[in-house]
Every structure is written in structure tokens, then in C-alpha cells.
């Protein structure tokens, strides 16, 4: 007996390997899928400028990193005693101007040097709505708890999403004609508008999405989004605000994205990876036991193997580890 729909997700025409370099980002779901590749030691650089949600932010992020984009002070603005940038997450806030400047112009140069030579471009779109402000019409990424009459809020039109995309995409692929772009819809509900208004949102992104791909051979789409609303369809994938997927949502989502996504060869790979990741996570209660040591020694070899065998793969850190 059949308790639920399947969902037919077709294989990527050129899957992921391990010797490619990977930008996710996005919302908040694109720190799911980086934290999971960057576990298996794919090279990944996820959300440069933090976790973005709307269309216009994400095309603006990855135009300043083709164009090698600098801040300055006057990109910055005091609230709450912290120096802020209206593009930034408010991981890049600072009680120090110079501090917050420094940290985003150095992720800022990291993500123009990532883009020339980056082969898949992730991006995770989470909602259709956009904030202005009204002093100035100024788009902004992140409110930053500024107070809410400051703002303009606007759901943006499938043209308007449609159109700020595809000139990044194209401006991308002028950059780096080798760039493959995925996007995937977050499944993250953004309650807050309201279930009707939500709705609305994540229509207008899947729209403006499929346009894309359907414009562009190296635009592809990965539907997490589908994965979730109409294949999981249950309250219990969902955590207790009911509005972010958890772990088995997630970890569902993940085994389809290998399966479609990564290419065999790496897929065979991954396990290894994860079999020592595991162990490099291990606290014994009693270091100084000779079980211990051996453990330490026979994981140092398995590292020391995977690494002569698989030369790109970057295990440094947990073989020092296992020396130790």
C-alpha cells in the first residue's frame, strides 16, 4: 500500500563532483544543504553575505561579487549600539565600524575570488517580498529590528524577480562561462506574512524560477520545496513552530539532493568521508586508555588512505587530529 506521492526529481545533466566549487546562497534552507556538503569535504562557500531571503538581495550579493564590490562607512548605519549594513545578516554587525567594515570587505574579496572560478552556484530562494526604505527607497536584505515604520513592504511581481535574475545570470555567465546555476524554493514557511500571503510568495519565486530555467541551459532547478509541501505533507516534519523543516525533513531532502544531484563516483566517496567526520566527533571519557590510542591510530590510517587515494579530498585537520 502506497501511503504517499512519489516525486520523479531528473538526474543534473553535469551531477556535482568532488573537484567542484560550490557557492550556495540564500535562505536559511541553503545553510542546511552547505553544512551537509561541507561535512563530506566538497568546497563550499555558503552565503557571503549571510542568509538572504528575497530575490532582489541575492541578485544584488552575487552582482557585487562579479564586480569585486568594496564597502565604506557610508554603507554603514548605527542602530541598537552596533554598526549594521543594510545588505548584511547581522552576523557582519559590529560595535566597531572599522571591525564590521573589515569583516564584510574580507568575505566580500573571498566571494569575488570564489565566483570566477566557482562551477555550481546554489541559490535558495525563501520569500517574494521586499523591504524599501521609506527615506530613501533603499532595498534592504535584513531589517536588522530597526523599527517597522521605517519600512516599505512589497511583494515583488514575477517580471520584477524574473527580470533582476536573469540579468545576474547572464552577468555571471559573462564572468564565468563554466557556472552551472541551481536554485531550489526554501520549504520554510514565512508565517509572519500570513498562510494566504506566504502562498502567494512562494508561487511568485517558483514561477520566476522555472522562467529561468527554462530561458537558460546551465540554469537548472532542485525542488526542495515540493520535497516537503506536497511529498512529506505532515506537521511532524516540521519543528514545534511549525514553520522550519526538522532533522527528517531535512536529512529527506539531503538523500534526494546526492541522489539527483552528486555524481556516483562521489556518492560511493561520501560514506568514507562520513565514517571519519563521525569519528573526528568522538569524546572518549578516558583519553589515556590504550583502546583509545588505537582507535586514534586506526583512524589516522583510514584518513591517511582516503587522502593517498583521493587526492582532493582536504582531511588535514581530522589526520592532525588522529596524529595527535
Known amino acids: 500500500m502506497q501511503f504517499m506521492l512519489t516525486l520523479d526529481i531528473p538526474t543534473l545533466p553535469k551531477p556535482i563532483v568532488y573537484t567542484d566549487n560550490i557557492l550556495l546562497i540564500g535562505s536559511c534552507f541553503t545553510e542546511h ?11 563550499v562557500l555558503s552565503n557571503p553575505h549571510g542568509i538572504l531571503f ?7 550579493s552575487l552582482d557585487g561579487y562579479i564586480d569585486g564590490k568594496t564597502y565604506n562607512e557610508k554603507d554603514l548605519f548605527y542602530l541598537n549600539e552596533l554598526w549594521n549594513s543594510w545588505d548584511h545578516h547581522t552576523r557582519f554587525s559590529n560595535i566597531d565600524a572599522t571591525a564590521a567594515l573589515h ?49 516599505e513592504k512589497k ?9 533582476a535574475l536573469s540579468n545576474t545570470i547572464q552577468k555571471l555567465h559573462e564572468a564565468n562561462p563554466f557556472a552551472q546555476v541551481l536554485f531550489t524554493i526554501s520549504p520554510v514557511r514565512h508565517i509572519r506574512d500570513g498562510v494566504v500571503d506566504n502562498n502567494r510568495s512562494k508561487a511568485r519565486l517558483i ?3 522555472h522562467t529561468l530555467c527554462s530561458k537558460y541551459e546551465h540554469a537548472h ?36 539532493f546526492v541522489k539527483s544531484s552528486i555524481t556516483p563516483a562521489a556518492q560511493e566517496i561520501m560514506p568514507q568521508v562520513q565514517e571519519i ?3 573526528r566527533s568522538h569524546r572518549s571519557r578516558f583519553p589515556e586508555t590504550s583502546a583509545h590510542k588505537k582507535f586514534k591510530e586506526s583512524y589516522a590510517a583510514k584518513t591517511k588512505a582516503l587522502m593517498d587515494k583521493y587526492p582532493f579530498l582536504n582531511m588535514q585537520d581530522e589526520l592532525n587530529y588522529f596524529n595527535q
Not at 33 to 43: E, M
Not at 54 to 60: C, F, H, I
Not at 121 to 141: D, H, N, R
Not at 155 to 163: H, M, N, Q, Y
Open 277 to 279: 567526520i563521525t569519528a
Open 155 to 163: 511583494l515583488l511581481g514575477i517580471d520584477e524577480i524574473t527580470t
Open 33 to 43: 544543504i552547505s553544512d551537509r556538503l561541507q561535512q563530506h569535504k566538497f568546497n
Open 207 to 209: 514561477e520566476s524560477v
Open 103 to 151: 569583516t564584510i570587505n574580507r568575505s566580500q574579496a573571498d566571494a569575488t575570488d570564489f565566483i570566477k572560478k566557482s562551477d555550481w552556484v546554489i541559490i535558495t530562494l525563501g520569500s517574494a517580498f521586499q523591504y524599501y526604505l521609506k527615506e530613501t527607497g533603499t532595498p534592504v536584505a535584513n531589517n536588522h529590528r530597526a523599527p517597522a515604520q521605517w519600512f
Open 54 to 60: 528575497n530575490p532582489l538581495s541575492v541578485a544584488a
Open 221 to 256: 532547478y532542485f525542488p526542495a520545496y515540493e520535497l516537503v509541501i506536497d511529498i512529506l505533507r505532515d506537521y511532524r516534519f516540521y519543528d514545534i513552530d511549525f514553520v522550519h523543516p526538522n532533522f527528517p525533513a531535512t536529512m529527506y531532502v539531503w538523500e534526494h
